[in-house]
């Protein structure tokens, strides 16, 4: 049985407490921290609700270090999951981070470096890899069925509308969040990865800001070329009228195209395989929100992986890859030039002085 602290407690707070009691055979929650009492009191509430246990809750999450604990859990904003990644992995805790990663090429080689030096394991949420339907196309890939795989798309047509931003005023800035490709698309440009070779080599944006008062974008729109030779095309949005559309992954192979759609991709919406049935029995209900169920399972594989004492499903040299290609894209628009990986030193503050208003 492990024992967990969770480092944030605002709106995604509420999937990871869902997740731990739910693996309460393996893992508990033992302490909460953040800066507002009446998160803290809101996810107390829930956690006790569904299991019956009290837990400690702390204003300064490094008092929450110094306490018996295996695994601590960041859910604070995306500018701080550096920080309170390296402090938890300096206390010798394993440490499950938010996504993105962090916010800069060089956070995350901190983060990879400390966890490997120290021998901690360091995960991420990209919950959406767990999903039925995404772990079909996966396995169809590793066994080549889709055959010479040409390109792949990622749709992201969400609407994020002002109010939205102003709910929570670190969004869409540069310090704290980058636009709608490091937010909303981040998921999606994961899974477009994982699927065409994980290894990204040139990278072309152009993004922009449209119709959200933010510094960062609300729309962008990159071409990735893979080591293999296959092209990924991303189109991120937060602007579509009047309500979200689609977050769609699509794989096309010489020999199979395969399409995952529903409002977390969760669902194929084509599978065509040469010498497959078509059928398919992995599509799940459409969840509550985006953020499906995925953290269910995530918890599952990376408690037993602390127990196991092997890597997480997704470790931190997965999890940088899709903030790598995300801060390639920025420096991309920075530049006005394709950018080639691996991408060094770069961070969401090196956007801080371009405008990127479409007037
Ligand atoms: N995996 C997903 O699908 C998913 C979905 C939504 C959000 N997220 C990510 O989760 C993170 C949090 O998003 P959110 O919407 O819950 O944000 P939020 O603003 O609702 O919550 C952040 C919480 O962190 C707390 N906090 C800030 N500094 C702290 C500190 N020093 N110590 C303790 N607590 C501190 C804040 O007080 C707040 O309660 C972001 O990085 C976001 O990208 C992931």
Redesign the pocket.
Known sequence: MLKIGL???????K?HIEAIAANKDICELVAI????PA?MDRAADMYTEKTGKQIRQYR??QDMLKTDIDIIAI????G??AE?ALAALQARKHVLV???MALSTSDCDRMIALAEERGLALGL???NRFNPPVQKLRQALQQAKLGRVINGTACIRWNRNQGYYNQ?P?RGTWEM?GGTLM?QCL?NIDLLQWMLGEEAETVFAQTGNYLRDIEAEDFGAIVIRFANGAIGIVEGSACVYPANLEETLNIFGETGTVCIGGIAVNTIEVCNILGEDSVDNTSQPDPDT???AG?IPLYMDFVTAVQEKRKPYIDGRAGKKAVEIILAAYKSQLTGMPVALPLKNFSTLDMKELDLKQR
Do not use: F, M
Not at 33 to 36: R, T, V
């Open positions: 480092v944030g407690c605002g709106r995604i707070s999937k921290a953040d800066l507002i998160n300064d999450y859910a604070t904003e995306s701080h999951h309170h938010e996504k993105p949420c990209h919950q929570a670190w969040d937010n998921h985006v953020y499906g953290h």
